[in-house]
């Protein structure tokens, strides 16, 4: 709800965002990453109340053992994760996601970005199951083995992201806000709808109000349409 608002707010809607509790979120205080969420804080510039912290790294466990994921070349041929052979085979699958270009030709050495099934990407670069396992759900993070049989774009993009970003933060690809999920919701209530405590520039700006501890006991009616709201006898 609070991100929902900020982004009606934010496109000049006017909004009261009534909460019944006395903190931010209601029961998705604390939240499951959504589909473009990461646009979401941009677009509101929500995180200038919000501090993030770099994730060490991803690790998958193995044997009784823990092992940090390779996601560069470099990375795959020191990697414990794999035999000799193997780390060449993957550094060169890695190879090959970090210079794909789906507009480009020569990038695709054989593979049909739209046909060849990701399957058939692993086949070619005689890429062994654990690979496959910790390069599907650890690099392209899938949570179930479906995209095999998919068309392999995506799920290249989604290495190649992964990858990617590593060369904007250097350890990881992950940013964590600093005092947990429950940051995220606080952040946009704060910046779209201005807390009465908040800079009156805000305010000004996106003309929104947050309201906590205001249970909604009515919604008033007039010809089909909603015109107000009642709480606690006003």
Same mark, same amino acid.
């Given at each position: 709800e609070c991100i929902l608002s900020?982004?009606?707010?934010?496109?000049?809607?006017?909004?009261?965002?009534?909460d019944r509790n006395s903190y931010y979120g209601g029961e998705s205080a604390s939240i499951t990453p959504l589909?473009?969420?990461? =646009?979401? @804080?941009?677009f509101t510039e929500v995180t200038r109340y919000l501090d993030f912290k770099v994730i060490e790294g991803s690790f998958v466990y193995k044997g009784g053992r823990i092992y940090k994921v390779p996601s560069t070349e470099t990375e795959a041929l020191s990697s414990s994760l794999m035999g000799l052979f193997e780390k060449r085979r993957f550094k =060169?699958? @890695?190879?090959?996601?970090a210079n794909f270009d789906e507009n480009d030709p020569k990038t695709m050495e054989g593979v049909d970005?739209?046909?060849t099934t990701m399957q058939e990407v692993y086949k070619k670069f005689d890429l062994g199951q654990d690979v496959v396992d910790f390069t599907g759900h650890a690099l392209a993070l899938y949570r179930t083995d479906d995209y095999l049989s998919q068309p392999?774009?995506?799920t290249l993009n989604r290495i190649k992201l992964y990858s990617g970003s590593l060369a904007r933060y250097g350890k990881s690809p992950y940013l964590y806000p600093l005092y947990g999920l429950g940051e995220l919701p606080q952040g946009f209530a704060r910046c779209e709808f201005a807390l009465r405590f908040e800079l009156d520039r805000l305010s000004a700006i996106y003309g929104g109000t947050y309201m906590l501890n205001k249970p909604i006991e009515e919604l008033v009616m007039e010809n089909?349409?909603?015109?107000?709201?009642?709480?606690?006898g006003e």
């Open positions: 900020g982004i009606m707010s934010v496109n000049g809607k006017k909004v009261l965002h009534m589909e473009d969420l990461v =646009k979401m @804080l941009l =060169k699958f @890695l190879g090959f996601v970005p739209k046909k392999c774009l995506e089909g349409r909603i015109v107000g709201v009642k709480s606690e």
